[in-house]
């Protein structure tokens, strides 16, 4: 639950460093299959715009769902320790809805919206954001894109006018195209590439699904970074780029009420457009374990084991929503908080096998789900005795089951995280947008850990003794390789550290 | 090279039971990456036809080539020791063309060619050609899409206008695809998901290939079978049957002119229409050996070894190209004739490791070729057993060499296939269409085998000690399942036995 499925990078940002921490609950939450009917398709008969709030104890400082005429979904969170407002454009389109050949767009066309507009140049967006106090930045996934900027809550109406413009009217030249293509590929070349551990978790989830497109790197294979063009990305944006396939979400010292009322200046003019149809590509049955090994230069070896597991379709109780849970719970048992039974297991004491273990659940998402153990063996002990160390962590469970004052812990560190997340309007509206994306409601979170609360110590350990056999495994292995002496480093990127544009 | 690198079924064909034999060239010679620019898009000042005659010894019997005025091309060669001529459409689209989500549409399209026109019923079109004394057929590989019919030489232009029709103005209704959807869906039961050994294979691709359309079944996903759309099908055929895209191969009892003057009646008329740009999707380099297992109910064993190659893309001197001409005389010194290397040293004898071995490697292709070793494990050996004596027999050849003798045995085997092709007029028809859909010139079967002559003993040993490592290795395991003997046996399907509609 302390992570998802992927131990290592997964989403291109246009940035490497997020200004906000993710809640933990946000990151467990990657995607559900099908979003609600009404964002789909809004009937041409609504009304202005609809509301909802969400079903938790009456407040002021509820959340609130609107859907704008043209199907464009509007959640507003007011939080008034600050006059600060943050304000995200999620799209529910990501590297999912790529098709072979030009993968990698979904990020491509991120980094192309801050390329001008029909009114705006090169740069300008960055600039009024910056004129106006705020800080930005976007990101890509394999379920969602998103952009977002925190302003003083008085210029709230400034930065909507200025996402919904690139939002209807993006519009950039070629020549623009090429110079951030060449941007995109040396952003692929540093966190891929040059990096052994995400090279080897490409190379995993390329093993791990031979269907699904959660196969394919979020940031594009460089051979269809290499032939992608202009038109490519445009396509794209018109494809993906309608209302009913976007939500905005605010967060901060603002009213909802007159939120709503930008909102409906600023996006609701924009037409409707039907969503094409999205093919499901659901993953075949795996039947028989797979191992790839990848060579790369690198101090440390890994050893990486990817298990399919079934994913929750809905917060309702069901046999296969049950057993997701359960495996979080697992997950968090294993390696939930400092000293839990990976810790304990396999990185302390003087026969230790590892320098560092994890686990982590998916417990859902737009693509198939994983539940993932990676571990560094420690010097002088294989991936092997490391792999074998995980597993017989797991298997102890299967045996002995879990104690109360374990899950106890567990269930704990989730109530005390639905305060913390509240620390931040960004986390918050971070966590927003992760939900909606996933078609959740927005009390998803709450009954999310009403949830996890419920999960028995025997269900834990039924989900142990049933997803963890060979069938439906992958395990990767980084064999590290001696660096090239004489390869120069590779030169800093041309902005500031934690800058990667 | 008597083998191409795909030890089990990779076409999917209308019907099981092709009536040809595929000549042992055709089958090496399986698509290199660019069409010659003149198929591509025709000069819009071209005449109405131009003509190339193969640069073989000038006879009345030599092919021709001809480019009509739209783009299509026309080969035709004179074969008259009986009445009867082949007439074969090829169409350069096959599953490679295809992206994610619509896996298997080329070939579903293939089955929809036979679903009627503007103007024919389904089922109309093979009703003629049976009553013009035809017979016919269709296949869909990863290259390429192939429609057939071998005709009395006299009736070539009716079957012209008739696949002159389908392929400008192929239709059918949304009922008559769903019905055919599920003929198809069976076909995949059969052919892959009931047949272990086309499941492995399935799943080896899918494996050794992570970016290259390669990796797709050519039957498609069952998943993308289930979601597949009639429109998916029409978008398809209009966007790849294009004039440009084309070529119609006729061999038989027939005067190139007069074939010339047919088909620009039946074909000419056809508009031209630009091809959409393709994108390369070229494999990023595999930096460690793969393994997978795939349980499977079998009575036996298979392990299957594909290492990466390279591949001509010409038949020019280059080190590449001779490099992939030294592996395939490497595969015939191993599996090319009867009791040859492999036989010897796996099948034979007390000690036997192995049922069967084989050997192949992938000469040329729209996409990336392999080198594959597949073996039986004998009764009590284990697939480790058979994997190390396969591969212990090429580091044989890479320790002492080949002898004089056998390179001149599998040698002598290639020229005699010169000959014993033009026993069949649907195999040169075949072998034709195959070089035209690779780009590759008219006299190519002639001018490959005189560069395989020219292969030495030292090239075989050099490539044998260059490509047999494990960094690009993927291995596939067949591991046997006890049936279910509860299941009943799939029932016959509903056509006579071969005849797989």
């Not at 063009?229 to 445009?234: E, G, K, N, S, T």
């Amino acid at each position: 639950m302390q992570r998802d499925s992927t131990p290592f990078t997964l989403a291109a940002c246009r940035r490497a460093a997020a200004p906000f921490a993710l809640a933990a609950l946000a990151l467990a939450l990657t995607a559900c299959a099908a979003p609600p009917p009404a964002a789909q398709a809004p009937a041409a008969s609504s009304p202005a715009a609809t509301a909802t709030t969400a079903q938790r104890p009456a407040s002021a400082d509820a959340a609130q769902q609107f859907t704008l005429a043209n199907g464009m979904t509007l959640i507003v969170k007011p939080d008034r320790r600050a006059p600060t407002a943050v304000h995200m454009l999620w799209v529910r389109v990501g590297s999912v809805d790529e098709v072979s050949g030009t993968t990698g767009v979904a990020h491509v066309l991120e980094h192309m919206m801050f390329k001008g507009t029909d009114t705006l140049p090169p740069g300008e967006f960055s600039r009024r954001v910056a004129e106006l106090g705020g800080r930005e930045n976007a990101f890509t996934n394999r379920d969602y894109t998103g952009y977002y900027q925190q302003v003083p809550a008085n210029r709230l109406a400034d930065v909507m006018a200025l996402e919904a413009d690139r939002f209807a009217h993006n519009r950039w030249s070629d020549e623009e195209f090429g110079k951030e293509l060449a941007v995109i590929k040396e952003e692929r070349r540093m966190r891929t590439d040059d990096n052994p551990r995400a090279l080897m978790y490409e190379q995993q989830m390329a093993a791990t699904f031979v269907a699904s497109p959660y196969r394919v790197p979020v940031i594009g294979w460089m051979g269809d970074l290499d032939a992608i063009q202009p038109q490519d990305a445009r396509d794209f944006y018109k494809r993906w780029y309608t209302p009913a396939n976007a939500a905005v979400v605010v967060v901060g010292d603002v009213d909802p009420q007159q939120v709503l009322a930008m909102a409906q200046k600023a996006y609701g003019g924009i037409p409707a457009r039907a969503l094409p149809v999205r093919k499901p590509q659901p993953e075949p049955l795996q039947k028989g374990v797979r191992r790839i090994a990848v060579k790369a230069p690198a101090e440390q070896a890994v050893v990486s084991l990817a298990f399919k597991v079934p994913q929750m379709d809905s917060l309702d109780a069901s046999p296969s929503n049950d057993d997701a849970l359960a495996l979080t719970v697992l997950a968090a048992v294993l390696d939930g908080y400092s000293g839990a039974r990976l810790d304990r297991a396999l990185t302390q004491g003087p026969h230790r096998v590892a320098d560092s273990a994890s686990a982590g659940n998916g417990l859902f998402g737009r693509g198939p789900q994983l539940f993932m153990l990676t571990g560094v063996p420690a010097a002088g002990k294989t991936p092997q005795q490391v792999e074998a160390a995980l597993r017989a962590e797991v298997a102890r469970v299967a045996k002995d089951g879990v104690s109360e004052a374990e899950l106890a812990r567990v269930k704990t560190q989730w109530v005390a995280s639905q305060v913390y997340k509240r620390d931040s309007v960004m986390g918050q509206a971070q966590e927003i947008g992760a939900l909606w994306v996933q078609g959740m409601p927005l009390d998803a979170d709450v009954r999310l850990v009403q949830r996890l609360r419920g999960i028995t110590a025997a269900q834990v350990q039924a989900a142990a003794k049933k997803y963890f056999g060979d069938d439906q495994l992958t395990v990767a292995t980084l064999v590290p390789q001696p660096r090239d002496p004489a390869a120069k480093p590779r030169p800093a990127p041309a902005a500031a550290a934690g800058d990667m544009r």
